[in-house]
């Protein structure tokens, strides 16, 4: 049934021809040129991280420690992997077996997406050589700890779930039949691990009620980024099977799309309706409709990335085009980085009182690794029985350019004009963040506090150890000293960098001789003769 | 016994010595002056207006760095302080996005960048005895170390005593669930830059509520998962002896 070329059509290509970009890309190689740019600039980031540290390659700062690198390549990439666990679990729990020709393709996106979250957090980890130490330092109060070992698990979970393939590749049937043996249990162990720690990506931010924006912060987080991940990982599975099937050239079953199309409609629904409600109740609905950068990106992510595809996927005109099928699922992929980006950044903002917008070296690691990505599906496909099982054989390739192009010049358009607004709408409300605020006056609080000078409590007169030659001891009087030096007077004045605050007569550092006093330092930083008197007349100071 | 620093905005003339005298026990740089928290300034003064602000970490009684930190790096002690363990720590900076107050620093120009804030001088005074450095140099006793309960207790006398100095709110007394850093001001706290919409629940309750029910939600789950794959199954063999696979599967997915 595979390889029957009604979808191809190629001879019903119209005049006006939607363009078919991806050939024409394909045919120039740019998408490897675009490859190997993201892979240069990627490298060169890399190099100043390691090299210069944190500071230099980010934008990231006290009041803004996590950006583009959680909230793109941790809460995304793990997001969009979550494809892995549900057809895993829709193939081999549930039982549905026609999806089976699509459980590989997920479980391979989504142990790269796993191992490239990992490589990210080497990125952003401030010592990333001691990324093992939740195996072994352990604190079960911490969402991170709970999110760690998951992550670590579920990843081993899939390295599993995915070995058959190599073990196939390479005829080693032993480890197979141990994995079939086992393979429901590891299912099910990757279903709960993902529930876990998909859900607990939200919990991270319930910590934060006072700097998460209000149309984001609820204690209901764990349970929205759960729904979404598993709708944005079917919608990108969808997406994933359209563009693969197609470059690999095998024929997608439009039946599977549509299965999937109606579980993120019941899904995406479920989440809109939830957040509306959770809103309400917490008294935050207003927000919705006050025009706020924050606001424009609300209804980014939920008007045109979760309610316009549900309505599209749940029209019957559109399930049954695959070139709609694409569209509403690269919608729901979109609105799902855009919800997850709201959540890092655009809700963070304005509490932090700092400007955030990712450095040049911020986007090129983050596209580095997609890249990344693309490029280890790609050469997986290749080697290893992904769309196949090594007893098939695959079908000879089409030729993909004759199938008929997904992407038209509309959705094109319509895409780059939503990456554009969206771009711009993070700038915005990511340049908007308010300075911490001024009080109010400052002469109110002024006149309370002059009008209380206390004295303060001085430590008693203090007479240096006299040397062999010295004309007679010196002794120092704070009272003296505070009152000549008058309202300026400040501690720091002398003890910021001369005398230790700790010890009577010592300086900060090495001891207060005569050669340094009357060489310019110390007492002279102000016996110079013009802040004080200079130090020509000895009985000034030596009593004699 | 239970370390407290009680500092009462309205002695503070803003002279700098509990600044420089954090620097000098700490060994921190002083290029980077006094007015601002940073990596290498653990203690400073603000001017907000013309009043003069300490800022330090709280070390609230139920730290939110405590809880979120996923190597235990950071440790509430016995004694009051709350201390970072520098070895631990993998640099993941959970802690400086949960602080409610922002003190956690970060040494973003390090190669092996760690997280900085005031550690209360435990290792060099408190913990054998001694008050911590900012304290002893205050030569207006307008910042003390002592028994937290005993500050308490002091500072709602001075608010008694004076009711038309203060503002009637001893500050973390109960703000962020209670904090070991304690602020006296005349000036309503909003307006001086600290947080006022805390509620007195301490932080680690929110995320602790759902952690501590996911062991009961993976115990369900798991049996639930097990559950439905024996019955998907057993329905399978079932049709299989039947001889009616076909049928019932088409049957099963509609």
Redesign the interface.
């Known amino acids: 049934m595979n390889g029957t070329p009604e979808l191809v059509l190629g001879g019903r290509r119209r005049l006006s021809a939607p363009l078919d970009l991806a050939a024409r890309l394909r045919a120039l190689g740019l998408w490897k040129v675009v490859l190997l740019g993201a892979g240069a600039l990627g490298l060169w980031a890399t190099i100043v991280r390691?090299?210069?540290?944190?500071?230099?390659a980010t934008h990231?700062?006290?009041?803004f420690?996590?950006g583009l690198w959680i909230g793109f390549d941790l809460l995304v990439g793990v997001g969009l992997a979550a494809g892995g666990f549900v057809v895993a679990?829709t193939v081999?729990?549930?039982?549905?077996?026609?999806y089976e020709p699509i459980a590989r393709p997920a479980v391979l996106t989504a142990f790269l997406g796993y191992l490239l979250v990992i490589v990210a957090l080497l990125y952003?980890?401030?010592?990333?050589w001691?990324?093992w130490?939740?195996l072994v330092?352990?604190?079960?109060?911490?969402?991170?700890?709970?999110?760690?070992w998951c992550v670590m698990l579920y990843t081993s979970v899939l390295a599993l779930e995915f070995s058959p393939l190599v073990f196939e590749k390479l005829g080693w049937h032993r480890p197979l039949s141990w994995l079939r043996a086992a393979f429901?249990p590891l299912v099910?162990a990757g279903?709960?691990l993902s529930?876990?720690h998909q859900s607990?990506l939200g919990?991270?931010y319930?910590?934060?009620?006072?700097?998460l924006h209000g149309l984001w912060y609820t204690?209901l987080l764990?349970v929205f980024f759960f729904l979404s991940a598993v709708a944005a990982g079917l919608a990108m599975t969808m997406v994933e099977s359209c563009l693969s099937f197609r470059a690999f050239g095998k024929r997608i079953e439009t039946e599977l799309l549509q299965g999937m199309a109606r579980v993120v409609v019941v899904v995406l629904s479920v989440l809109t309706v939830w957040k509306a409600i959770d809103l309400l109740t917490r008294g935050n609905l207003g927000l919705v409709f006050r025009i706020t950068p924050e606001s424009a990106m609300f209804w980014g992510e939920m008007a045109l990335g979760a309610v316009l595809p549900a309505v599209l996927f749940a029209m019957p005109r559109v399930r049954a085009s695959e070139r709609g099928l694409f569209f509403a699922a690269v919608l729901t992929v979109l609105g799902f980085i855009l919800g997850r980006l709201n959540v890092a950044i655009t809700g963070m903002v304005a509490s932090s009182g700092v400007h955030y917008v990712p450095s040049w070296m911020e986007f090129a690691v983050s596209l580095l690794l997609v890249a990344l990505g693309f490029a280890a599906f790609a050469a997986a496909v290749r080697w290893l029985p992904v769309f196949h099982s090594a007893g098939e054989h695959p079908e000879p390739a089409q030729a993909p350019a004759a199938a008929r192009p997904l992407l038209t010049r509309p959705m094109l358009v319509f895409f780059w004009g939503f990456l554009a607004i969206g771009a711009g709408l993070l700038w915005a409300a990511s340049v908007r963040g308010t300075p911490?605020?001024?009080?109010?006056?400052?002469?109110?609080?002024?006149a309370?506090?002059?009008g209380?000078?206390?004295e303060?409590?001085?430590p008693p007169e203090f007479t240096f150890p006299t040397g062999a030659d010295s004309p007679g001891p010196v002794t120092f009087r704070h009272e003296v000293h505070v009152a000549l030096v008058g309202e300026s007077?400040?501690?720091?004045t002398c003890?910021?960098?001369a005398w230790?605050?700790?010890a009577s007569g010592a300086p900060?550092d090495g001891a207060a001789t005569y050669d340094r006093i009357h060489a310019g330092d110390l007492c002279a930083n102000c016996h110079n003769g013009s802040a004080a008197f200079a130090m020509d007349d000895c009985a000034l100071c030596h009593a004699q | 016994m239970n370390a407290a620093i009680l500092t009462d905005?309205?002695?503070c003339?803003?002279?700098?010595?509990c600044?420089?005298?954090c620097k000098?026990?700490n060994g921190l740089p002083?290029e980077d002056g006094?007015k601002r928290?940073?990596?290498t300034t653990w203690t400073a003064i603000e001017r907000?207006?013309?009043?003069p602000v300490r800022r330090q970490c709280m070390h609230c009684l139920e730290p939110?760095c405590v809880?979120?930190?996923?190597?235990?790096?950071l440790q509430k002690t016995s004694q009051g302080p709350v201390v970072y363990d520098e070895s631990?720590?993998?640099?993941?900076?959970?802690c400086?996005?949960?602080c409610?107050f922002?003190m956690p620093?970060?040494?973003?120009?390090?190669?092996?960048?760690?997280v900085r804030k005031c550690g209360m001088c435990f290792d060099r005074a408190v913990s054998h005895g001694e008050q911590p450095?900012c304290t002893?140099?205050c030569?207006?006793?307008a910042t003390q170390f002592g028994e937290r309960d005993a500050l308490v207790a002091e500072a709602r006398r001075r608010i008694a005593e004076n009711p038309g100095?203060y503002v009637d709110k001893v500050y973390g007394e109960r703000d962020a669930g209670g904090t070991s850093v304690l602020y006296l001001s005349?000036?309503p706290f909003?307006?001086?830059?600290f947080?006022s919409?805390?509620n007195g629940d301490p932080?680690?309750r929110?995320?602790?509520?759902?952690?501590s029910k996911?062991p009961n939600?993976?115990g369900v789950?798991?049996v639930a998962?097990?559950g439905?794959?024996w019955i998907?199954?057993r329905r399978?063999d079932v049709a299989r002896a039947e001889g009616t696979r076909d049928e019932n599967?088409t049957g099963a997915?509609s």
Request: aromatic share 8%; hydrophobic share 45%.
């Open positions: 390691y090299t210069q540290g944190l500071g230099a990231l700062s006290d009041s420690p996590w679990a081999h729990i549930f039982r549905l077996e026609k952003d980890l401030g010592r990333p001691n990324i130490h939740p330092m352990w604190n079960p109060h911490s969402v991170m700890f709970e999110v760690a429901v099910i279903v709960l529930t876990l607990s919990t991270l319930v910590i934060v009620p006072g700097k204690p764990p911490p605020t001024e009080p109010a006056g400052s002469g109110g609080a002024a309370i506090v002059s209380d000078r206390r303060p409590r001085l007077a400040i501690c720091a003890h910021a960098t230790s605050l700790r900060q | 905005l309205t002695r003339q803003g002279c700098e010595a600044v420089w005298a000098e026990i002083r006094a928290l940073s990596a907000i207006g013309d009043v939110a809880s979120v930190c996923p190597v235990g790096a631990r720590c993998m640099g993941c900076r959970y400086m996005l949960a409610p922002g620093k970060y040494e973003w120009s390090e190669l092996v960048p760690g450095a002893a140099a030569p207006y006793g100095r005349s000036v909003e307006q001086l830059g947080p919409a805390l932080y680690p929110l995320t602790w509520e759902i952690l996911l939600v993976v789950a798991a998962l097990f439905i794959h998907t199954r399978e599967r997915q």
